[in-house]
Nanobody
Framework: VQLQAFGGGLVQPGGSLRLSCATS????????VGWFRQAPGKEREFVAG?????????YYKDSVKGRFTISRDVARKTVYLQMNSLKPEDTAVYYC???????????????????WGQGTLVTVSS
């Protein structure tokens, strides 16, 4: 599975961005797809995920609940991360990742994912 993440950019606090994660080969069917982010000097952290491609199994980092929404487009083989009410602390490089072997208890661990996109920078600043 090859992943391409895009959609980052510069946005003012309170603004919105939508990130996309597309696979050009294969399909996401049965995969867990997650969004992670890494700010300068910090560890990569889980942001949101779809467990085993089940739209009813969505998970979020506590600090983004109510602001971020993960969704999928099966036909386009794309996973989106809609980010609203952005804050300066959301500034980071955002990565999408996928794996067919994630179990629920390890959903938020970066080491659980085998395939990674290249990352897209999100900067929230006035």
């Amino acid at each position: 599975v090859q992943l391409q993440a895009f959609g980052g950019g510069l946005v003012q606090p309170g603004g919105s961005l939508r990130l996309s994660c597309a696979t050009s080969e294969g399909t996401f069917s049965g995969y867990t797809v997650g969004w992670f982010r890494q700010a300068p000097g910090k560890e990569r952290e889980f942001v949101a995920g779809i467990f085993r491609w089940n739209i009813n199994s969505l998970y979020y980092k506590d600090s983004v609940k109510g602001r971020f929404t993960i969704s999928r487009d099966v036909a386009r083989k794309t996973v989106y991360l809609q980010m609203n009410s952005l804050k300066p602390e959301d500034t980071a490089v955002y990565y999408c990742a996928a794996s067919s072997r994630v179990i629920l208890s390890t959903l938020q661990l970066a080491s659980s994912y085998h395939y990674w996109g290249q990352g897209t920078l999100v900067t929230v600043s006035s």
